[in-house]
């Protein structure tokens, strides 16, 4: 069943000798529960697909369509929700707000929407014994469990992460990538990776591959 689908996406920055095209007409589509790694070099506008596939930055044109819904036909407070509900985002920098401690920066998107927090989420992030701690009191590894946690507190649907592993070392990177496998089998859901790592990128079911802004390569790895 597909979840993400991509058609014609083109994103410009700058004008006349200036502008700058991160996105050439981009286009494909992803099934519910595959874990799609996109690589590419830097510059390529990996990280600019990532954003607007998360409702973060609009595309110049082109339409993005997840669980059937064309995306930028929502407003600004209609893409604040779609962020929060339908979409995880982790990046490689943790973003963690430093006065509050691990649970309520994990449970601050579910709080926002007067939900009810799933306990069982929060025990898998393993940081039973850093509840109550602040960001600065916690290892890089740590911290990426918090990020991951948050975003995955709502149980969307896509999960996207920007160089998850950027700043972890090579035992803290598998650990991380294992959580977000995890959650892709326990849960079925959408796991999209932009990631230099080419151990991460070979243990996706496919591999897209980008270059000045066009799909260069889409491959599966695995059935």
Do not use: C, W
Not at 80 to 106: H, K, S, T
Not at 189 to 204: F, M, P, V, Y
């Amino acid at each position: 069943m597909e979840i993400l689908r991509v058609e014609d996406l083109r994103k410009e920055y700058g004008r006349g000798e200036a502008r700058v095209n991160a996105l050439d007409g981009i286009s494909f589509s992803v099934e519910k529960g595959e874990f799609v790694a996109i690589i590419g070099p830097s510059g390529s506008g990996k990280s600019t697909l990532l954003h607007i596939l998360g409702g973060v930055d609009r595309p110049t044109s082109g339409k993005v369509f997840v669980n059937g819904e064309d995306v930028y036909r929502r407003n600004e407070e209609q893409l604040a929700i779609f962020r929060r509900r339908e979409v995880g985002l982790i990046y490689q920098f943790y973003n963690l707000i430093p006065v509050l401690d691990v649970v309520e920066n994990m449970t601050l998107p579910i709080q926002m929407d007067g939900r009810k927090v799933n306990e069982e989420r929060l025990e898998e992030r393993k940081l039973s014994n850093r509840r109550h701690h602040l960001p600065n009191e916690l290892s890089g590894g740590q911290q990426q469990r918090v990020s991951i946690g948050r975003a995955l507190i709502n149980a969307p649907s896509v999960m996207l992460a920007d160089e998850p592993t950027g700043n972890l070392d090579s035992k803290n990177s598998q650990e991380i990538v294992e959580l977000l496998k995890m959650s892709n089998k326990k849960y079925d859901q959408t796991l999209i990776i932009i990631t230099h790592d080419e151990n991460i990128a070979l243990q996706a079911d496919r591999i897209i591959a980008i270059e000045d802004g066009k799909i260069t390569r889409d491959e599966r790895t695995r059935n």
